[in-house]
């Protein structure tokens, strides 16, 4: 089954880390020649929720070499998992005098 995850990422720190030249970026063209800038991302989804009701964690992909020299990857970004509200109705929501008038 599907799920929603939701959250933010530090944008500073995105573009900060890019900066640096130790994050795995790319340019891409599309099919159409079109192009973008790309990053690449871990997103770690826990097997629990943290203090913060966190489910997941999203960090930036080193180079290569970064990697070797033992640098670790940033973090820029938390994720919860979406809990859709739903407020069950009872027959009181529902009264009969409302719906006696209806031509079906």
Do not use: C, H
Not at 8 to 23: K, M
Not at 73 to 84: A, D, R, V, W
Not at 86 to 93: K, R, V, Y
Request: negative net charge; proline residues 4%; charged residues 30%.
């Amino acid at each position: 089954m599907a799920k929603l995850l939701y959250g933010s990422i530090n944008f500073d720190e995105l573009l900060a880390q890019i900066r640096t030249g130790t994050i795995n970026t790319e340019i891409v063209t599309r099919k159409n020649g079109e192009t973008f800038r790309s990053v690449s991302l871990n997103i770690w989804v826990n097997d629990q929720e943290d203090q913060y009701g966190n489910i997941a964690s999203v960090q930036l992909q080193l180079k290569k070499e970064n990697r070797d020299k033992g640098e670790k990857s940033p973090y820029i970004g938390n994720l919860k998992q979406y809990t859709p509200k739903i407020q069950e109705g009872t027959a009181n929501d529902f009264p009969k005098e409302e719906d006696e008038d209806l031509p079906f």
